[in-house]
């Protein structure tokens, strides 16, 4: 059961080192995207360790808008012609953190192999706060200024949006764990129909819809588990989640998961070292 790791990250270099550190295995490798806005001087050194990749193909990522979804595209391409023949990609970020063992991880996957862990709402029938993410003009990471008087003016004007290809929109959580073969499915899609992305470059948080809704329209629809494995508390509520530290123990230990996020060790690394300890060598 070949695992490629991708992880998308913009800091903490040592943070990083331990979350690979945490899933290593023979069978697992690591691809790293770094922001282009972070000097990579600082994260060279990860590259010591056994199968560990920087994405060459790497952007400046602005929250909420479409790089985050392209990172991840240049990220797979590169995945996708490295000449491994990997069973599932995971998409991490790097403030995610195991809680239980990394061959727990790979014998849960083989066991469930060809399954998409993805979270995939239907935006018109749950995820109805989304909705105006598929139907309105958003111009996150345009350069323009009064961008937002355009932007409002455009919605004002203009028809309704629609996705491309009569596409049912599904999505949450950015994070995945997709099997090989979807991967190549999405890269082959998205070639045959450039449509689709240039779509999603005027959405707002396209990344927590974009893959999604391809797997959801795709011939792997029936393989989608609506379970991404990753913990995540959005209890405070807001655009971002909860920073966990040594309080959420408890949660975390019950929450039945592979992965949490978000966690940092500037603002509390005792609960990194509680997960090493409760989940062992």
Not at 50 to 71: D, E, H, L, M, P
Not at 89 to 96: A, E, M, P, R, T
Not at 103 to 131: D, S, T
Request: proline fraction near 5%.
């Amino acid at each position: 059961m070949k695992i490629a790791h991708l992880i998308l990250a913009h800091k903490n270099p040592a943070q990083i080192a331990r979350l690979m550190n945490r899933l290593k295995h023979p069978d697992a490798y690591f691809f790293i995207h770094l922001d282009l806005k972070t000097d990579i001087q600082p994260f060279q050194y990860l590259e010591k360790e056994g199968n560990v990749v920087f994405i060459i193909n790497r952007i400046k990522v602005y929250w909420a808008g479409y790089s985050q979804v392209q990172s991840t595209i240049n990220s797979l391409q590169e995945i996708s012609k490295y000449g491994v023949a990997f069973d599932y990609v995971n998409l991490i970020s790097g403030q995610d953190y195991p809680l239980k063992k990394v061959e727990e991880l790979h014998a849960y996957l083989q066991h469930n192999k060809g399954k998409a862990f993805m979270e995939y709402f239907p935006v018109y029938e749950v995820w109805k706060e989304a909705i105006p993410r598929v139907e309105k003009y958003f111009l996150v990471e345009s350069p323009l200024p009064g961008k937002y008087t355009l932007e409002a003016l455009m919605n004002k004007f203009l028809p309704k949006r629609n996705i491309p290809g009569g596409l049912i929109p599904v999505g949450r959580s950015t994070w995945f764990t997709i099997t090989f073969e979807q991967v190549k499915y999405i890269l082959d899609y998205i070639k045959k129909h450039p449509e689709y992305p240039r779509f999603f470059k005027y959405s707002w948080g396209a990344d927590e819809l974009f893959f999604q809704t391809l797997v959801y329209n795709s011939p792997y629809k029936d393989k989608m588990v609506n379970d991404n494995l990753l913990y995540t508390d959005w209890s405070k509520g807001g655009a971002n989640p909860k920073m966990l530290t040594l309080d959420d123990k408890v949660k975390l230990m019950d929450s039945g998961k592979f992965l949490a996020r978000k966690f940092d060790e500037a603002v509390d690394k005792e609960i990194l070292d509680f997960l090493d300890k409760q989940i062992g060598a």
